[in-house]
Each structure stands twice: as C-alpha cells, then as structure tokens.
C-alpha cells in the first residue's frame, strides 16, 4: 500500500514539473479569497455570480488599499490570475451566453483554512473528538461483526474506518499542529516582552508559560487514556478483520492504528520539549531577571567584552594530568629473516663452435706479407680471393687493422683510391719491408 | 537547608557517580544544574568533597548561579588558564545567554551570531590581533580564516568545561556556568577592584602583553 502511495506521490511531483505548476499569489489575492470564503460561509452560498466577485473584490480593496484605482480592472486580472491557478473555477457552462457563475476549489479553500486556522486543541475540543472517534470505532465494530458479504465490508467497516474516523483523527491531527503554532508564538511573546519590559514581563512570562503548560497536561492526560481505549477497539476490528480474512479492513485498521499512535506520541514529545523549555525559562526569569531588574548585568558585561583586549584576563580552571597507565611489558618475538625459496642458479652452459675464421684471416694476411707483398691492394688482392663477397667490406677493415699492428703502413700525401676485389676501392698504402715478424 | 545524603567521605568515594564526577571535576569541567543528578550529587556531598580536595589544594567553588567548579589554589593540582579565544567567546556567550532572543530559543544560538556578535563589539581589528597575536602582518582573508578556526576551537574547549553543547549543524546550547564569565562585572564595585579581587583568590590571571604570544600556563603534576 505504502509502495503504492509512493508510487502515485512520484507520479504527482512528475505531472506537476512537467506541466510547470506554480502557486504566485499576491496578498491582494490572499486577502480576495478569505472574503470570498467568508462570505460564502456567512450566506450558505456554493457558487459566486460574476458581479458577486467584483464586489467583494472591490470591498476587499476599500479595506485594504483605500486610494487603488481601476478596481474593476484590478478585479478582471485578480480573477483571471485566480482560475489559471486553479483557484477558481467557473461552474456555470453558459459560456458566452452569460455572465458566469464560480466556485472556489479545493486548493482555494485550503489555503484559506490555513490563514483563518484557529482550531487549536483545546481540553474540550480533544474530549470531543476523541468520544466521537470512540463512537464511530465501536459502531464500526459491531458492523464488522455482522458483516458477511464484501459488500457489507466496504460499506459498514472499510468506509468508515478511512473517512470518517480517518477524517476525525485528521482533525485531532490538524489541531495538534494549531497548538504547536500557538506554542510557537508564546515563546516568541515571551522573548518580546522580555526585550520590552525586562523585569516588568517577568509575571506575564510567567502566566504564559503556565497556561500553555497546563493545557499540555491536560491534553496529555486526555490523550493518555483515551488513545489506549481507541487503540483496543481498532485491535479488536483487526481481529475480526483478520478471522473474516478481510485485508483491506486489516491494512484500514491497522492505518487508523498508526494516526493514532501518532497523535499519542505528539502528546509525549511535546510535554518534554515544552517541560524542558519551562524549566529554562522559569529559571531564566527567576535567576536572571529578578536579580538584575535593570539589565546593569548584560550592560557591564558588554564594556567589560569590548575593552578586554585592553586589559586582558583569563579564568584558571583545573586540569590534572590524566594517570598514565604504561604499556604491558611483552616479549618480542625474533622475526625470521626474509628468504627466497633456493633454486639452482646457474644457468647449463650452451656449445658455442669457436670462431675460426680471425685466425684464418689472420694467417692469411701474415702469409700475404711473406709472400713479399708491398701494399694494401695487394694484400686484400690475395686474402679477399678467400673470402666471401657478402663479408668482404667487414674484412677489409679486419686486414687493416691487422696490418698497422704487423707493420708500419706508409701512405703518400695524396693518396690514391685502388679497386680490389668485392666492388670495393680502397686508399692505398705502402707496407715497409713487406716481412712479418713470424 | 537540606538534609545531606552523605554523612562519611567513603560513601561519597563509594557511590557510582564518584568516579565520573570526581574525573569531570578535576578536568575543569563545570557542574550545573542541567547535569541533573550529577549535580545533585554534588551538591549533596558539598561539605565532604570540599574537605576532600582542599587536601589537594583546590577549593570546590560553589556558585550563587548554581553550578560547581574546582578552583586549584595550591600546587598539588595541574591547572591551566582559559585562552584569550575561550575567553572573548565565553564572554560573548555569557552576554547571548542574557539575552531575550536566547530565552525564546530556548537557551539555543548559533555559532554564527556568535561570530558576529563577537566582531561588533571588539571590532574585528582587534579580534584579529587577540587571536593572530604572533603576527605583525597578516592577509586579511587569512586572518579572519584563523579567526574563525580559533573561535570554533575555543567553542570546543569550553564545551569540554561544561560552559556549552555542541549541538546538530552549528547549534549551540548555552549553560549556566556561562556566568562565571560575568563574574567580574557582578555587583557594585568597580569591576577593575573586582577583577583585581578575584586574581587575589587566585580564580583568574592577568596577562601583560608579552605574555599574549605563550601558550596557556600549565602546572603542576
């Protein structure tokens, strides 16, 4: 049922958003429709005619803006601003043909209760609405024992358990809410008074505080035995409910059972709070007030604030070290030392064929010299034959290198660039000797 | 006068509600009647406990606005002094708590209107200068930042002294022993004979101004 609820309340708030629904009422307006309420009440009226509007609206501008002019222009907008909000509805259907006939809406007529809303609950009123909340509950359980068809449910127990006693709880609950106003504006007259007249409000605070305290309590005691009667009857309804297997009277019961544990738990938090208030106050105006009816107190303590820099001052306050309690004496524990689980880390050696071809190269270059040969070109002529053509150009620098470290290689101021074997030219050089030191 | 419930010290030391009041008392912290039976408590051991800590060096100080509070008067006790920030805030809660706005609220303000109340009446020059005091230049906007971080430690400490609660958002709800802060100014004598009074009895110090820079005294054990 709850999920329910929510489920439509979501669908509401999504209507409204979307349809950009606003309320902007001027107090022109405000003050329009308590008139129109007003007299509505006064003559038993269910409809305003046309002409019905403009002169209330033009009494409600006499009262309020003597001087405004164009009052039945005023009157047009006023109108106008009121149906678009829904304020205000024409009823009539004649259209054109006629001046129309209005009515105001539900919303209108809410607002208004909220303003005109003096229901506070009073002993009286709480006796009263809590003795016809009993009627109705007990009515409703006789039904519920005759009850047989669910026809006979709906109409004699789940009808009444959501309208009229729901209604009747509503309007316990409405008044609750009168008097947390009213509460509202006692400790706000309190702090006026004080703010006023200091030691001359004190009896009046006083009285103040006494009366709403005892209308709490009386309140209280009211709601503290009249909700425990209500609450068994609603608990013998949802027995009977629950044996018919009728869920619907059970979920009605059982919601009732909630507004009134509600209007029980007001009584009780709003006696704390209030008792809590009290005593402040009371001692506020007893310890406070009474001892420095001439407010002298506040007064030396603001030029004693406002030149404290000047000559500064400080309280001294206990402060006693906090007993220190050592830590208990424990053995610590020798921690084993981070290892790594032991493998076998050296790696298999792997047959690499010795490199041949250097000693080759070089004997073959010793052997060039040997043979006499005097320079560079002649000995790459000699060796290169051997070699392959891809490796020739890494060997001939190989051969060079060999040959500066086996002679003494000379080479001519300009010196010439000869063809050897493999595409590649070389400058020349002139080996001394042409001998290697075998 | 009413009739004691204790007769020995021991039943005294003996009851439950010993220990956390005899802790709270010796913190510094200030007894009122809001403390319920804490405070009734005390004010049933009166005569004993008071026999009890002078042997500690301190008084257990009872005040006409009703509350407790143990005044260190030897050596044998550790004590401290207010700071300058718990001081003008605890004054300019003392002047709130007199006010008839705090009454319609119940005894509850806010820890803005103290700031603001506090700024208006010592201006905030030398509110920056009480709180800054190590600073001969300051930036304006860090400045009022450190003001605003002190005042809020300040309202932390003197909750823990039992002058404030702390309540839901920035709620403060204002206590008795606020009026300790009136002290000086209660009465009809010059509140500078007053106050020269009460540093005699050894319930407040002056400072000179050198003094400002150093962290609150601390003695004792």
Redesign the interface.
């Known amino acids: 049922m709850a999920s329910t609820e929510h489920d439509e309340s979501l669908h509401v708030i999504a209507s409204i958003h979307r349809d950009g629904i606003c309320l902007d009422l001027k107090p022109v307006d405000l003050c329009f429709l308590v008139a129109l309420h007003t007299r509505a009440t006064q003559r038993s009226l269910t409809c305003f005619e046309e002409e019905v509007l403009l002169d209330v609206f033009e009494q409600v501008c006499d009262a309020v803006d003597p001087d405004g002019e164009n009052l039945r222009k005023r009157a047009t907008h006023a109108i106008g601003r009121l149906r678009e909000q829904r304020l205000l509805s024409r009823v009539d259907g004649a259209g054109i043909i006629r001046a129309g006939d209005y009515s105001m809406s539900r919303l209108a007529s809410g607002i208004v209760e909220f303003f005109m809303a003096d229901q506070v609950l009073t002993r009286e009123s709480l006796s009263l609405l809590t003795k016809a909340l009993l009627a109705s509950l007990f009515q409703v359980k006789t039904e519920a024992r005759k009850a047989e068809t669910p026809d006979e449910w709906r109409l004699h127990v789940v009808g009444p358990l959501r309208v009229t006693v729901g209604d009747l709880v509503a309007g316990i609950e409405r008044r609750q809410r009168g008097l947390d106003s009213q509460q509202e504006q006692v400790?706000?007259q309190?702090?006026?008074?004080?703010?006023a007249d200091?030691f001359a409000a004190v009896e009046q605070c006083q009285q103040l505080l006494d009366e709403t305290t005892t209308t709490l309590s009386e309140l209280n005691s009211v709601l503290l035995h009249d909700t425990h009667q209500i609450l068994t009857v609603l608990s013998d309804i949802e027995q009977i409910a629950a044996q018919a297997g009728k869920a619907d009277a059970e979920e009605a019961t059982q919601r009732v059972a909630e507004q009134v544990d509600r209007v029980a738990a007001w009584g009780r938090t709003r006696q704390l709070a209030w008792s809590?208030?009290y005593q402040?106050?009371h001692?506020?105006l007893r310890?406070?007030v009474r001892l420095?009816p001439s407010?002298a107190?506040?007064e030396?303590?603001?030029?004693?604030?406002?030149d404290?820099?000047k000559?500064?001052?400080?309280?001294?306050?206990?402060?006693?070290?906090k007993i220190r309690v050592l830590r208990e004496n424990t053995v610590r524990e020798q921690r084993p030392p981070v290892v790594r689980p032991p493998r076998d880390r050296e790696m298999p050696l792997e047959y690499v064929p010795a490199d041949m071809e250097a000693t080759a190269l070089e004997d073959a270059v010793r052997s060039a010299l040997a043979a006499g040969k005097t320079t560079l070109s002649e000995v790459l002529e000699v060796v290169l034959a051997d070699v392959d053509s891809a490796k020739r150009f890494a060997v001939v620098g190989r051969i060079a290198a060999l040959l500066v470290a086996e002679s003494s290689p000379r080479s001519e101021r300009e010196r010439p660039w000869v063809r050897v074997p493999g595409e590649i030219e070389i400058e020349e050089w002139a080996l001394p000797g042409g001998q290697m030191h075998a | 006068m009413h009739e004691s419930a204790f007769h020995q010290l021991e039943e005294v030391i003996q009851d439950s509600l010993f220990p956390e009041i005899d802790l709270a008392?010796?913190?510094?912290r200030h007894v009122d009647?809001d403390d319920g039976e804490r405070y009734a408590f005390v004010l049933d051991a009166q005569s004993l406990l008071e026999s009890f800590y002078r042997r500690y060096g301190?008084e257990l100080i009872h005040a006409s606005?009703?509350f407790f509070?143990?005044?260190?008067v030897g050596d044998q006790?550790?004590?401290?002094?207010?700071?300058?920030g718990e001081?003008?805030v605890?004054?300019?809660l003392?002047?709130l708590?007199?006010?008839?706005?705090t009454?319609?609220?119940?005894?509850v303000t806010q820890q803005s209107v103290v700031v603001a109340r506090?700024a208006s009446?010592?201006g905030e020059r030398?509110?920056i200068?009480?709180l800054n005091p190590r600073r001969r230049k300051y930036d304006e906007r860090v400045a009022q930042e450190t003001v605003r971080t002190e005042i809020a430690k300040a309202l932390r400490g003197l909750e823990s002294?039992g002058f404030i609660n702390l309540e839901e958002g920035e709620q403060l709800r204002l206590r008795?022993g606020l009026l300790?802060?009136?002290e000086?100014?209660?009465g009809l004598s010059e509140?500078?004979d007053a106050?020269s009074r009460?540093?005699a009895e050894?319930?407040?110090?002056?400072?000179t101004p050198g003094d400002?820079d150093e962290e609150?005294e601390?003695t004792?054990?």
């Open positions: 400790q706000k309190i702090g006026e008074l004080l703010d200091w809590t208030y402040y106050v001692r506020f310890d406070v420095d407010r107190l506040s030396r303590l603001r030029n004693q604030l406002a404290w820099t000559q500064p001052y400080f309280w001294v306050v206990a402060q006693a070290s | 008392l010796r913190a510094g009647r301190c606005d009703g509070y143990l005044l260190p006790m550790g004590r401290r002094h207010l700071t300058a001081m003008l605890g004054q300019t003392a002047l708590y007199l006010e008839p706005t009454v319609q609220a119940g005894g506090l009446l010592v030398e509110l200068q009480a002294l008795l300790r802060f009136a000086a100014v209660r509140p500078a106050l009460l540093i050894g319930k407040a110090v002056a400072q400002e609150p601390e004792g054990t």
